[in-house]
């Protein structure tokens, strides 16, 4: 952090999870990175994160990147200084649309060495007593998910990448280009030169790739959660991470016994790119109200907390990691859309080898 570096090998832009795990990934191989970031190491929805870690996606793309992401996370990174994995496993109760995806991908994950079975309402009460299934109801339980505390791993990849990354604390204000080739990246701290780059900035990679000609559309999506100490001397170490896909809901325990985190999709779009610490009542309740049908015992609990953030969502709605075809030396990695946390390794490996490939 002690100097400005004038020039690196790669400049990544968005201190990140995604943008620390690639970054960490090419200082690995030997190369000199900066970190560009105006709010510091997880200033942005990383530094919020519940940092819920799974493989199980019924629907959609990414349970390849979930299921390579938690294997790192398991073996508490790539130099084993990760903090752990923690909690009792990671439960998905399943939408009713679900269950016919849920088989076969299940048998993929099995197949690739991680642990996850099907439960039914029956099992899920037997396991976890202080949850409440629906009659009829599935889950998918994986016994090696769980959640990470988001900070202590990316302080824990800044540690990794060692003196080879520089953190440079500034705002990013356009792309450096030569022909139809990166070379650096101007910030308000001065210019950087590089021979790739790596867009990581959430919803702030859109004005980015603009000046270098490259349209990327991107929208803010609302994501926070309350937390809740639970009443009646109950405790949350019994309780495994839950993702509710029926009502929209998850949950896990928090770092103190009494205390859960619990939050409710949001379905409002392009909210300003803040992060706000406590939460409105009305929506205290909303989320309490939700989640109630699972843990009988948020009756009594006493909000004691939250975030009101924002995440960067692509229109498409699936999140992606790709080198640019427009500018040679460009790569992009953004719109995970609530979910980014657990896909940051395996995002941060494909992003290093692409950035790799560009500069060859
Ligand atoms: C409340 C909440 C809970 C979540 N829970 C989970 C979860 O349990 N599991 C999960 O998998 N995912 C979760 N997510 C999603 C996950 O945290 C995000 O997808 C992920 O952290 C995004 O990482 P990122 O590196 O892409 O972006 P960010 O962490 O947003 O990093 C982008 C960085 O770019 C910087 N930046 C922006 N513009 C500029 C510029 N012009 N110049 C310099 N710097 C700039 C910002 O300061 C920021 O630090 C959650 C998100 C939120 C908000």
Known sequence: MSWF????????????????????????????????????????????SGGLVRAFAPSGGDQDLAAAGLAVYRKRGWHGTWPAVRGRGSLTFLASGDLAQAHPAVTALREAGHKAEILTAEDVTTRFPGLRPAAGEYAVYEEEAGWLP????????????????????????????????????????????????????GTGSTPLAATVGVRLPL??????????????????????????????????????????????????????????????????ERVRDVLLRRIPHLAEAQPVGGVMAYDAMSPEGVGSVEARPE??????????????????????????????????
Not at 13 to 31: F, K, N, P, Q, S
Not at 273 to 283: C, I, L, S
């Open 5 to 48: 570096p004038a020039t690196a090998d790669v400049v990544v832009v968005g201190g990140g999870i995604i943008g620390l795990a690639t970054a960490e990934r090419l200082t690995d191989a030997g190369l000199t990175v900066a970190v560009v970031d105006e709010s510091g190491i997880a200033g942005g929805a990383t530094g919020v």
């Open 150 to 201: 988001a900070r202590e791993v990316s302080a824990a990849l800044v540690r990794d990448a060692g003196p080879l990354l520089r953190q440079v604390r500034a705002r990013a204000t356009g792309l450096l280009a030569s022909g139809s080739r990166v070379t650096g990246v101007e910030t308000s701290a001065g210019t950087i030169r590089a021979r790739a780059v790596l867009l990581a900035t």
């Open 219 to 284: 929208r803010t999506r609302a994501v926070g959660y309350c937390l809740f100490r639970l009443g009646g001397g109950a405790v949350n170490t019994d309780l495994p991470v839950v993702v509710d896909r029926v009502a929209g809901s998850w949950l896990r325990p928090w770092d103190s016994a009494s205390v859960v985190l619990a939050g409710v999709f949001s379905p409002r779009t392009d909210v300003p790119a803040e992060v706000r610490h406590g939460v409105p009542e009305q929506e205290v």
């Open 327 to 360: 500018v040679a030396g460009l790569v992009t990695a953004t719109g995970w859309n609530g979910g980014g946390f657990k896909l940051a390794p395996a995002v941060g490996e494909r992003a290093a080898g692409l950035l790799r490939e560009a500069m060859a």
